[in-house]
């Protein structure tokens, strides 16, 4: 017969951190459990609040992901560099895979989609996007970008509207610098990728690239908008079915995936797509590592952590 013990340490492996952390035995696990909920739930927003009791390691690689709350906050985190996060993001997919929570796997799917062009630029900016250190070729003469009701430009009234405030948003008061990632930062992303890949009237914004590395970016840029158009990101935004909102099943969300996979293979960066790696959506994180143009893989974060309250609870057993 399966003891006490036996059944947190079981919830602990599945990762089902918030019901261990209302069962917990002591409030040392209860904490590392809040702290391993909010990796789950992808709240880039507290990664980085005080968990004194969860090893240095672990919270070291939480702040790697976290968003600066303030315009001036050190380190910069997943400003700094966005693949941490986007490792994290793929464990978290592949949690919630096999847990079968799929409505928040393709919310995480969907975020993924949203910054991805970020991504892209990143070894080009030498950062991931930080308004605060935007390059200044980026709004040279001649630029359209941030010049709001340009006709010539491209972008939507809602993007012209967020590059414009990107450019100054490091300026503003912690309030406005959160309000601007809460609605604005992901339209940021997707305004960059339309500069460098889609956009019928260039102008001089991505002139402080040179042309070979920005046409390798083109391809990266074009591919990361594609993905955020595929069948599978498209889940996110389902209509509701019978008397209540739909939710995919896993064989309706495979389905999705193998139907992008042939839409993405139109470029090797989108060909990356098809490569059969073991993860849940097969070529998800070779998709992302070519977009990036860099090594891109499922952390081992949310693990670690549930490693870590197995052995807390086997001490407070034995205690």
Known sequence: METTRDLLIALARRYAFADLGALAPAAEI??????????????????????????????????????PQTPREQPRGALESLRPAYGLLLEAIAVRWHRRELSP???????????????????????????????????????????????ECDHTKSEQSATNRTLRVSVEPAEGWRAYFDRQHSQVAGALAVCAATCRNPCTSMDWIDPEPRADLQMRARTAL?????????????????????????????????????????????????????????????LFAAIADA??????????????????????EAA
């Open 105 to 151: 796997m393709i919310a995480a799917v969907h975020i993924a989609s949203e910054y991805l062009p970020l991504l892209a630029f990143e070894p080009h900016l030498g950062h991931a996007g930080d308004p605060a250190r935007w390059p200044a070729g980026l709004s040279a003469p001649g630029s359209r970008f941030g010049v709001i009701g340009d006709r």
């Open 295 to 316: 090594p891109i893989e499922p952390s081992t974060l949310l693990h670690g952590v549930s490693e870590h309250v197995v052995r807390l609870l086997e001490r407070h």
């Open 30 to 67: 209860a904490e590392v459990c809040e702290f391993g909920q909010r990796l789950l739930s992808l709240d880039a927003e507290d990664f980085a609040a005080e968990a004194r009791v969860v090893p240095a390691e672990l919270r070291r690689r939480a702040r790697a992901c976290h968003m």
């Open 226 to 286: 594609a993905f955020a158009e595929t069948p599978l990101v498209r889940l996110r935004h389902a209509a509701p079915v019978g008397h209540g909102f739909g939710v995919p099943s896993p064989e309706e969300v495979l389905d999705a995936w193998e139907r992008s996979r042939l839409a993405l293979d139109k470029n090797p960066v989108g060909a990356a797509a098809s490569k059969d790696d073991g993860f849940p959506l097969p070529g998800l994180p070779a």
